[in-house]
């Protein structure tokens, strides 16, 4: 059973690129949460994908954007880089349970550098 | 709000040793916790989660952490210290009726021979 895979594995952009980042959720699972995790801190929510739709948002500016595909994987997109968006994205599939809170299992990250 | 706090950033342990990770949380409504190891260049782990079932949780690799609501806790504690525990552990507070984990700033673990 794979788990939640990313790609790519690193990514050098220079500042002002554009980048997509990928996100294959685990088998079963319908809903995609990305993350930011700077050096040497804990992950911060970017926002959250079910049905294809955003669902919840953090506190990121509107250059962070997504997508959820029909088979549930999905993309961020970071537009107009800055040093500071260096960092590693972790993606992290879950299963919606009614109201029970999801277990998000998280892939390997894609650790995006921004020269 | 909801928030969590991990009371040190790094311990350090000897092989063989318990070992006692702190976490306080905050939050306005019932919460859901959960305990993740990040080994260096990897992915987060799940060791373990705590639902509002039993206060005393199991996890993976003889890991354990208690609830305790009145002290506003979620330690994590390990018998015997491996090795191959030495790793940055998060504590992370969610909300029921909210979807985005707000992790702590981690604790590294190191493990002496």
């Known amino acids: 059973d794979a788990g939640v895979t990313q790609s790519p594995t690193h990514l050098i952009k220079t500042r002002g690129q554009q980048v997509t980042l990928r996100c294959s959720p685990k088998?079963?699972?319908?809903?995609v949460s990305w993350y930011q995790q700077a050096l040497g801190q804990g992950p911060q929510f970017i926002f959250q994908?079910?049905?294809?739709?955003?669902?919840q948002r953090g506190n990121f500016p509107d250059r962070f954007s997504g997508h959820q595909f029909p088979n549930y994987s999905s993309e961020l997109n970071v537009n107009a880089l800055l040093l500071g968006d260096s960092a590693l994205y972790l993606c992290a599939s879950s299963l919606v349970e009614g109201f029970f809170t999801d277990t998000q299992y998280f892939g390997p990250g894609t650790r995006l550098t921004v020269l | 709000a909801q928030s969590v706090t991990q009371l040190d950033s790094h311990v350090s342990v000897s092989e063989g040793t318990p070992v006692l990770l702190r976490c306080n949380y905050s939050s306005s409504y019932s919460p859901s916790l959960f305990w993740y190891v990040q080994h260096p260049n990897k992915g987060l782990q799940l060791l373990l989660k705590?639902?509002?079932?039993?206060?005393l949780v199991k996890g993976i690799n003889g890991f354990e952490a208690e609830f305790k609501k009145s002290e506003t806790s979620f330690h994590l504690t390990k018998p015997s210290a491996h090795m191959s525990d030495a790793a940055e552990y998060f504590c992370v507070v969610i909300t029921s009726g909210t979807y985005k984990y707000i992790f702590g700033t981690g604790t590294r673990l190191k493990v002496l021979a």
């Open positions: 088998s079963g699972h319908d809903t």
């Open positions: 705590y639902t509002s079932a039993a206060t």
């Open positions: 994908y079910y049905e294809e739709e955003e669902r």
